[in-house]
């Protein structure tokens, strides 16, 4: 007999805390903010009671980064979640994530910009800001979820990513997929995999925490391990001290970019549907993919060859996909709530080959069905 | 002189880092050697100390020791000691930062690790300037004086950090100077013991970038500018208020022992662990009944359960 899963009807939000749980997240802390505060809250509820597991309200965005690198780097798993303004205050220390290579999950739920904006009101116009936000050339893994079940799957996900290459992940929700109720399971034990960061193997006294090695992502050890390493955000030589000389900065750097960029194929996610024969082909991703979803069914209905590529990985950007959807299609059709972002990228590495339309909307609402299937009968 | 060269060798580190890029004259190494002193007279291992620093010349100094050091982001060393104390609270964390770190761009972290009473030990190394960035007047230089940033005089009051400290609801409270070896090893070693927010203010002469703009003849000066001006605090208390002026009072403020954030929060995880159980030994109780009465009660015991866990969401 089939195990049945446990339903759930909850809130986007609220699937995150759930991913998390599963994904083995046992550090949490955040700042309050609108519409990311359900994920908080719900963390606050649930935490103390796990197993070994720690909640705390900072006093701004700044010190909850701050405190989850510090726990990170104290072997934890850890999360924070904030909206845009809370997002901009963080972006110093997502550089620094970055530079000492320390894995984190960062929740972003993209409210409508800038500045305070409108708090209530969905919005995809921090698309840009999560790959290119804090200063210096870095790399960085960005997701994103249109569904409930897809918060908590995406969730899992982007620990297993932020674990297996040492990196801060950035999961990109919007208002609307985070304020959705809607039905989800969650998964049995064995349908998903959970990693955990590699500690080193080696005595102390043999280790370099900075190590090239074919994988690119050194082995982390927990502070009070007996490893004793020196982490800094100056650039360092492999033993984790600031060096000066310019081909250790030169290793440490390219390191940081090809640990992430060699496996690329493994980070790259998107969903396809109805793509095989498409002579028009919508790229969307957050709340407005459901929108193009629901917007490609009825374009067949009406006898217009219309698919979707959904990106579930924003950055590093799923070239190879849209290359190869390009060289198929007649027009590709780029819907998102802000001024075009993400058809940046598409136009990008679409390079000519067909056309690109964008539909931008932002007005504080969603874009609808009829929106984009009106653009698709105009092609 | 043999136990100092011992010292040297078990608690710096040896290769890549030395010479130190402190100028001749600074206090810091001061701090750095009482930090190092304290830390083996509290009998502290090694691996189980992790030194946290922010940015500045206080901010280098984390990478000469062979601790589990950790050089953060300009002013939020708090916010990561604030983590990895909650996150592993058998670490003895140190946190070393200046006064520019300490009080303008991370003030807010300050006030808040005081008022959370985190198991925190915090050293602020005050020169009273931004030294590495080239001697920019910072929220400790005192009226009236000069700085890069300040050429006709700083217009600004400056802030006290021992007061501050105070009225956040530190745990212990201490101030010392570089003049001061001895005290700085006491208090050091006094705070290690002590649980909670343990704040200790270090005066550190700064001659390259203060004392030149302000009519220190040399390092020397400054030292013996505060070996004047210093008096013990219970003596500075029995003073009379028109005789305090220009008097910096040195020691320990306040020592008190309120439980740590991290283990007030230990509590409230065992109780709930504590409830957990007692609810899962009440479920297998009730399971276990049905056996021999004939009433069916288990079931309206694990319906109740579920439903508080999944708040009535089932579909």
């Known amino acids: 007999m089939k195990k049945k899963r446990t339903q759930l009807f909850a809130l986007g939000n609220e699937a995150v805390v759930e991913g998390a749980l599963l994904a083995g997240c046992t550090f949490f802390a955040g700042y309050p903010i609108t519409p990311s505060s359900e994920i908080m809250e719900v963390m606050a509820q649930r935490l103390p009671m796990e197993e070994d597991s720690v909640f705390i309200q900072m006093e701004d965005e700044i010190a909850s980064m701050g405190a989850i690198i510090g726990a990170s780097l104290a072997g934890r798993k850890v999360m924070t979640a904030t909206s845009g303004p809370g997002f901009s205050l963080m972006q110093e220390l997502i550089g620094y994530g970055c530079m000492v290579e320390a894995p984190m999950v960062i929740v972003n739920v993209m409210r409508g910009g800038p500045s305070t904006g409108l708090p209530t009101s969905p919005a995809q116009g921090d698309v840009q800001m999560a790959r290119w936000g804090t200063h210096g050339d870095h790399p960085i893994i960005v997701l994103s979820a249109s569904t409930v079940q897809q918060c908590l799957d995406m969730t899992i996900t982007a620990f297993n990513f932020a674990e297996k290459y040492r990196t801060p992940v950035i999961l990109l929700l919007d208002e609307v997929t985070a304020h959705t109720r809607e039905r989800f399971e969650l998964p049995f034990a064995e349908e998903y995999e959970v990693f955990s960061r590699i500690t080193p193997s080696v005595p102390p006294e043999w280790f370099h925490p900075f190590q090239d090695s074919l994988r690119g992502v050194p082995p982390m050890p927990p502070l009070g391990a007996g490893y004793r390493v020196h982490v800094t955000g100056l650039t360092h030589d492999e033993m984790g001290f600031p060096t000066q000389r310019p081909e250790e900065i030169e290793e440490a750097i390219s390191r940081l970019f090809r640990k992430i960029d060699q496996f690329y194929p493994d980070i790259m996610m998107v969903e396809e549907y109805k793509t095989e024969d498409a002579e028009v082909a919508v790229i969307a991703y957050g709340s407005v993919a459901r929108s193009a979803h629901h917007a490609v069914d009825r374009a067949r209905e009406e006898g217009v060859k219309a698919g979707l590529l959904e990106l579930k990985t924003l950055f590093p950007f799923p070239r190879p996909q849209v290359v190869k959807l390009a060289r198929r299609c007649k027009c590709l059709l780029v819907p998102e709530m802000n001024m075009g972002q993400m058809s940046r990228e598409v136009k990008r590495v679409n390079n000519g080959i067909t056309r690109v339309r964008t539909i931008n909307r932002v007005d504080g609402r969603i874009i609808t069905p009829t929106q984009i299937l009106k653009n698709l009968t105009q092609i | ?315």
Do not use: W
């Open chain 2, 1 to 315: 002189m043999s136990e100092v060269t011992q010292l040297i060798h078990h608690y710096l580190r040896h290769n890549k880092k030395f010479p130190h890029m402190l100028c001749a004259g600074c206090g810091h190494g001061i701090l750095l050697g009482s930090l190092i002193r304290s830390v083996h007279n509290a009998g502290l291992s090694k691996d189980e100390v992790v030194v946290i620093s922010g940015i500045g010349c206080s901010g280098r100094l984390a990478v000469y020791v062979d601790f589990n050091t950790i050089h953060t982001t300009h002013g939020r060393a708090l916010t990561f000691a604030t983590g990895i104390k909650m996150a592993n609270p058998e670490l003895v964390v140190i946190v070393l930062m200046g006064d520019g770190d300490a009080l303008s761009i991370g003030g807010n972290h300050l006030i808040h690790a005081a008022r959370r009473n985190i198991g925190v030990n915090a050293i602020i190394l005050n020169n009273e300037i931004y030294g590495m960035t080239g001697g920019q007047c910072s929220s400790t230089t005192p009226q009236d004086c000069f700085s890069m940033t300040t050429p006709f005089g700083q217009l600004e009051k400056s802030f006290d950090i021992v007061d501050m400290a105070l009225a956040s609801g530190a745990n212990f409270v201490a101030r010392t100077t570089a003049f001061h070896a001895q005290l700085t090893d006491e208090v050091i070693g006094q705070a290690l013991a002590n649980p909670g927010f343990n704040l200790i203010e270090f005066f550190s002469p700064c001659h390259t970038q203060y004392g030149r703009k302000n009519k220190y003849k040399n390092a020397i000066a400054m030292y013996q500018d505060l070996k004047s001006k210093t008096m013990d605090v219970d003596k500075y208390k029995a003073l009379e208020e028109s005789k305090r002026e220009g008097v910096m009072p040195i020691g320990v403020f306040l020592k008190r022992d309120d439980p740590a954030l991290e283990t007030r929060y230990a509590g409230v995880r065992a109780k709930l662990q504590e409830a957990k159980q007692k609810k899962a030994e009440a479920a297998k109780a009730a399971q276990a009944k049905p056996a021999k009465a004939k009433e069916p009660k288990p079931d309206k015991g694990a319906k109740g359960k579920e439903t508080k866990q999944d708040k009535g969401d089932k579909a």
